[in-house]
């Protein structure tokens, strides 16, 4: 575990140089957020957050896949703002008991461990939203993942909601052009829909999000007919058709510990675990990226550093917005 950490710093000030070109060609992903915000407000934010997050993911191995996808769902409904790290109160459901989210999304109480440290040094200074957006990139770098450059400054948000969770959050059941669609809302695009997907190299997947593939497709009493048959029989032993295994758990891809392009890999062999993720092969608009990246992981992780750069700008609340929570799950 030493050796990769060292190996994931010293990449990451390689692909820091490397992605110079790329803060430059897009000035507007960090016109509202500055590198160095808390340099001299919380200097050892970085750290704190780096050190938790090694913890974590030496007690819990699935732990680098949930933060990283935890971030994904807070971006995607309603942009950055934490939100989803927010309970449930008197005046609203928030996003966290949604039925994506419900018994689904984990690592709350890393970002809650992260936050306590970072008040006992800087109270009332970073928002959960950064922690929050800090925590996915060093969880993808301990997973063997590129390193990207964060802009910092965000605020957190003082509400959520359930019901923009089922509206905005792409589902792994729906056809290609309503997650595109999704993608596009938040200014991110179709390029973005097949790198992000990437992010399935890491973690697993409960059986009712793909059981269907495996018993009942599209309603026709057959499995998926594009489903590699090995894969389908492995998967049916993980599965098997009874509700009780509908919570059993599945490798997104062959490698689903390593960050690597293992997933297009099996997207090319016709093994991909999610409709959505397989979809990509089979649209003429995807399915040569999904190739590129099969064939070269360097271009995978360079491209998945700018889309989550991207991501990690979507509807950000700053200035005056918003608030700093003293704590990640309830408002001021």
């Not at 160095?36 to 780096?50: A, G, Q, W």
């Not at 032993?237 to 997104?252: E, G, T, V, W, Y």
């Amino acid at each position: 575990m030493t050796h990769k950490i060292i190996s994931y710093f010293t990449f990451s000030l390689c692909l820091l140089l490397s992605l110079s070109p790329f803060v430059h060609m897009h000035p507007f992903a960090y016109s509202q957020l500055d590198y160095n915000f808390y340099d001299r407000s919380c200097p050892r934010l970085s750290m704190i957050v780096r050190y938790n997050l090694w913890a974590a993911i030496r007690n819990d191995t699935r732990m680098a896949a949930s933060l990283l996808r935890m971030h994904f769902h807070d971006c995607i409904v309603n942009g950055c703002d934490g939100s989803v790290l927010l309970d449930d109160t008197e005046d609203f459901k928030g996003e966290k008991n949604a039925l994506p989210n419900r018994k689904s999304l984990r690592g709350f109480e890393v970002i809650d461990n992260i936050k306590a440290d970072v008040e006992r040094f800087c109270p009332s200074t970073v928002s959960c939203a950064d922690i929050l957006t800090l925590a996915a990139r060093e969880a993808v770098g301990l997973a063997g993942g590129p390193f990207w450059p964060v802009p910092l400054g965000r605020r957190d948000g003082t509400t959520a909601s359930e019901k923009a969770v089922t509206e905005q959050l792409p589902s792994p059941i729906e056809p290609l052009e309503n997650i595109t669609a999704k993608f596009t809302s938040k200014g991110l695009d179709i390029k973005d829909v097949v790198v992000l997907s990437g992010g399935h190299t890491l973690g697993f997947a409960q059986c009712f999000t793909f059981k269907r593939r495996l018993f009942d497709f599209d309603g026709s009493g057959n499995p998926d007919p594009t489903l590699d048959s090995s894969a389908l029989t492995n998967l049916r032993s993980i599965c098997p058709k009874k509700d009780s295994a509908n919570s059993n758990l599945a490798p997104l891809d062959s490698t689903n510990l390593r960050f690597d392009n293992a997933y297009y890999t099996n997207l090319v062999s016709n093994t991909g675990l999610l409709e959505s993720d397989q979809a990509l092969v089979k649209d003429p608009n995807t399915a040569a990226m999904v190739n590129s990246y099969s064939a070269n992981h360097f271009l995978f992780s360079n491209d998945f550093a700018a889309s989550m750069v991207k991501l990690g700008n979507v509807g950000v609340l700053t200035g005056k917005d918003g608030q700093i929570r003293k704590k990640c799950g309830s408002v001021n």
